[in-house]
């Protein structure tokens, strides 16, 4: 799809912003120093104040409702920079949640409290180590909530919980505090230096959302298109950063990039990228538009991403040569990131399952 005018120009404001002060560099320093939050706070300040925490968030609460396509367009530049922040968890998945099934009062108190930087939302969906929402564990009775859950992003910093259990009415998202009696929360990393959260729920009052399974709904498919997004710009940069490479390395007094067999593997990546980023930006538009195979695309979406993402960074090690393997070198940061980002909310075969689900087969 086309870019207006105004998603391009916040392309272009938000490429800056993260290029000057969400690089590589600092997923780096953040890792090294073990940082107690292990997210980049002058970055997310920044992103605050330009009105990015707000993305989702409609006009009357106090966001800018850009849509999904802008939120997209935020994600693309975070992944070519492996920018760390809460976007995801906030600005995206807990937006997305009490926007589609919060209560009035839900909505006038958390929704300003995203868009101004106040508050941090995470996702509380999955029981165990695989990405499987239709089989939750986690239960509600009698509004206190019993559980646990794995991978939770952002858990450790976040002022509100977003928990997914089985409630009277069937599976659905319960507001809980993660400061009440009986919660107890153990900070884990992913394996590409981002935050994670272990956290046990031991009969500990759980507030019931007006619509609590569209919430649910809302969050993953809002989630898995602006992954898809993300990847698909970290696949764009692991592309561009390899041919550069290949454009410069020299071996048996030939520079590698007039090697035959890396011209087509090299072709192959960029037919590959290419389609990826199609494919990322027509489910965030889908999902816009509220068209009626939205789901199916953003399944695609993701499945294809996760896959392009993660082919991308094996291939941008492997052509770096040993190098590549590398702490010091930053090309490996991004095969990392592929491999966590594919993970969340549905690997490849996950969501190429539900898409075909969905199409009858």
């Known amino acids: 799809m086309k870019l207006n005018d ?6 272009d404001s938000v490429a800056r912003l993260m290029a000057d002060k969400g690089p590589v560099s600092r997923l780096r320093q953040l890792r090294d120093e073990n940082s107690e939050k292990g997210y980049d706070e002058p970055l997310w300040h920044a992103m605050v104040e330009a009105g990015l925490t707000g993305i989702l968030v409609p006009e009357e609460h106090g966001g800018i409702g850009f849509g999904l396509v802008g939120a997209g367009l935020v994600a693309r530049e975070i992944g070519r920079n492996l920018s760390v922040t809460p976007f995801l968890s906030s600005a995206v ?93 153990e900070r884990t990393q992913m394996a590409d230096s981002r935050n994670a959260a272990r956290i046990r729920f031991d009969n500990v009052p759980a507030q019931a959302m007006t619509d609590g399974a569209a919430a649910l709904a809302a ?48 072709a192959l990546l960029s037919g590959e990228v290419a389609m990826t980023e199609a494919l990322a930006m027509q489910a965030l538009d889908a999902c816009d538009r509220n068209a009626e195979d939205a789901d199916q695309l953003v399944l695609a979406a993701k499945s294809k991403a996760a896959k392009v993402a993660l082919l991308a960074g094996q291939e941008g090690v492997q052509m770096h040569g040993g190098i590549g393997m590398t702490d010091e070198f930053d090309i490996g940061f991004f ?27």
């Open 219 to 266: 969050a993953l498919r809002a989630g898995r298109a602006v992954l898809a997004a993300e990847l698909s710009g970290l696949a764009l940069e692991v592309f561009e950063r390899t041919l550069a490479y290949l454009k410069e390395r020299k071996q048996f007094g030939r520079l590698i990039g007039t090697f035959q067999a890396l011209q087509h593997r090299a």
């Open 335 to 361: 095969l990392k990131r592929a491999r966590a980002g594919g993970e969340t909310l549905g690997d490849a075969n996950y969501c190429a399952d539900r898409f075909a689900a969905l199409r009858g087969y």
């Open 93 to 185: 998945l807990g937006a997305a949640a009490l926007s589609a099934g919060g209560s009035d009062a839900q909505k006038a108190e958390w929704l300003p409290a995203i868009a101004e930087g106040r508050a941090i939302t995470a996702l509380a969906i999955d029981d165990g180590a695989k990405h499987r929402p239709e089989a939750i564990q986690a239960r509600v009775e009698n509004g206190l909530l019993s559980g646990a859950k794995l991978l939770v992003l952002d858990g450790h910093v976040a002022d509100l919980l977003l928990v997914a259990a089985q409630g009277d009415n069937g599976a659905g998202l319960f507001l809980v505090d993660p400061n009440a009696e009986g919660v107890t929360i």
């Open 6 to 11: 105004e998603q391009q120009m916040l392309q």
